[in-house]
């Protein structure tokens, strides 16, 4: 009862002298409210992160080759990093063969739901006449649209008849049919076209066509007419037409549902291909990479700098409680004779100090939900301009309520304390 009663007292006060009080909450409200949109922002950009690596295949698995190192570190999530300067060429020996990736396939079978196999054909140009369009050429599997979405406008995707009859079909972007056709679809598909790598010209007939996504090249430097955007041939047309190395430098798993750990299966999967496939291998090992692992990378950065730009934001919450402190002893001055009635009445000296700790933590908790709402809609709004949708941290709102009663114990205490040891005699005689 007896602080319900103080805090009625407190929340007086405050009334009383609503200026005071609120250039006194100022620090507080400007330090709790910068700490706030920066977590706003913050976890606005890890939830946005989180999203788009998961739309990207959270749960695939990048089974890739590396250079063997003089000196190898192995760290948690099993990639190893060493510290030689020498390079040594990918011979075809050394490359992932089908034989490997069907392998996997058999030996995971329960938890690899599918294999994308991808080729970097090269880049040039498809022309008909004085028409051309900018292409790079890819040689992939069915898989591949497993890990990769691609929106098709017209006709169909590759098809594991494709590949398996080395067939000579291709998908294009809708930019080449754009630059070719006048942005016909339908005339379009099933024309042949003739693309120049190298000053060697491939002939495929086109059966598919996708939407380009302007977001996935959104680092490119060609203007918008000579965007290179990418073209889709069965990986064995490829490897047949275009004389490529047989094997290929990576694969990406997909796994299934059913395995809770993705880390876990990739570490194994990497232990499995060295141990069975690179033992005797003393240029190249492989090595595995999950996005979940890239997510958790880029996360701990955010943070890292988040938190340290927190900190700083965070000193002006000292400056506040320094302001708490001196109002408090500007308050207990003013109020000499009160105190002085009260301990000649029979106060104790613990409900006097009470009495101020109490109306100290009133103006931080007052002051702190101040500066949580301060601080969430300009991250909101901040987050918003960004174009990331706002996330509210919890965690750090509820630590910003705690962090504000503290400051009011921690800075009212002396003042409580001062108050609290006032001789009843001298504070009476007190004008």
């Known amino acids: ?170 998908m294009v972007s809708d930019r080449v049919v754009e630059h070719m056709f006048d942005g016909d679809h339908a005339s379009a598909l099933n024309q042949k076209i003739n693309i120049d790598i190298n000053g060697v010209y491939y002939s495929f007939y086109i059966v598919g066509i996708y939407e380009y996504d302007e977001d996935s090249n959104s680092f490119s430097s060609d203007s918008e007419e000579d965007v290179t955007t990418a073209a889709y041939i069965p990986v064995t047309t490829g490897k047949e037409r275009l004389h490529t190395d047989d094997g290929y430098e990576r694969f990406t798993v997909v796994t299934s549902s059913s395995v809770e750990n993705v880390t876990e299966l990739a570490e194994d999967l990497e232990q499995y291909m060295n141990g069975k496939y690179y033992a005797g291998n003393e240029d190249y090992q492989v090595s595995t990479t999950t996005m979940s692992t890239i997510t958790n990378s880029m996360n701990d950065m955010i943070g890292t700098v988040t938190i340290a730009i927190a900190f700083i934001a965070g000193i002006s919450l000292l400056v506040g409680g320094i302001g708490v402190m001196n109002i408090m002893l500007v308050s207990i001055t003013e109020r000499t ?8 009445l029979g106060a104790k000296n613990s409900s006097i100090r009470l ?77």
């Not at 941290?393 to 108050?419: D, E, R």
């Open 1 to 170: 009862m007896l602080i319900w009663e103080n805090i009625r007292l407190a929340l007086s006060g405050l009334l009383g002298n609503k200026m005071r009080s609120l250039l006194t909450m100022l620090g507080i409200i400007i330090g709790i409210g910068s700490v706030i949109a920066i977590m706003t922002v913050s976890s606005s950009l890890t939830a946005s992160i989180a999203d788009t690596f998961a739309g990207m295949g959270a749960n695939n698995i990048t089974i890739g080759l590396k250079q063997q190192s003089e000196e190898s570190e192995t760290r948690k999530n099993g990639m190893r990093f060493g510290t030689s300067n020498r390079f040594i060429s990918l011979e075809e020996e050394d490359r992932l063969t089908d034989e490997m990736v069907e392998q996997v396939k058999k030996d995971y079978e329960t938890l690899v739901d599918e294999v994308a196999l991808e080729e970097s054909l090269g880049s040039g140009s498809v022309k008909a006449g004085e028409d051309s369009a900018n292409v790079s050429l890819s040689g992939i599997n069915t898989g591949y649209f497993s890990t990769n979405e691609l929106t098709l406008l017209a006709g169909r995707y590759l098809t594991d008849e494709d590949v398996e009859g080395n067939k000579g079909v291709i």
């Open 355 to 431: 009495q101020f700790i109490i109306e100290a933590v009133t103006l931080c908790l007052i002051g702190g939900v101040l500066g949580i709402l301060r601080g969430f809609a300009l991250g909101a709004a901040a987050a918003s301009f960004l174009g990331y949708a706002a996330a509210a941290p919890t965690a750090a709102i509820i630590g910003s309520v705690l962090f504000s009663m503290m400051i009011g114990v921690f800075f009212g205490y002396y003042p409580a304390n001062k108050a609290a040891k006032m001789n009843p005699i001298e504070a009476l005689r007190y004008e």
């Open 337 to 344: 004779r009160e105190i002085g009635t009260r301990k000649a």
